[in-house]
């Protein structure tokens, strides 16, 4: 069956980094649009970065951009999303998604605080 598997959260104090991923199984991973989402307690789950199927363009929020790198391992199927400079505003769970589909993650919680 599908999933979706994301690591890599935890704690971190401002201005630090952390390397989200995705490991995907169950679907042909190359074929989707992937995307990161976040969702923060009391608030809608948005977007946070996507990638095109062979990582040809990648979008991002404006609150993330210059910060966050979204990236794809199609061999391995992976999905990553490097983290840098975090805010505490960044604090949330993070979920990957397959564009157009009903495909989460589970999530993973990034905690941004001293």
């Known amino acids: 069956q599908v999933q979706l598997v994301e690591s890599g959260g935890g704690l971190v104090q401002p201005g630090g980094s952390l390397r989200l991923s995705c490991a995907a199984n169950?679907?042909?991973?190359?074929?989707?649009?992937m995307s990161w989402y976040r969702q923060a307690p009391g608030r809608e789950r948005g977007l946070v970065a996507q990638i095109t199927n062979i990582g040809g363009t990648r979008n991002y929020a404006d609150s993330v951009r210059g910060r966050f790198t979204i990236s794809r391992d199609n061999a391995k199927k992976i999905l990553y999303l490097q983290m840098n400079n975090l805010e505490p505003e960044d604090a949330a769970v993070y979920y990957c998604h397959a564009h157009g589909t009903d495909y989460w993650g589970q999530g993973t919680q990034v905690t941004v605080s001293s």
């Open positions: 169950g679907f042909v991973f190359s074929s989707y649009v």
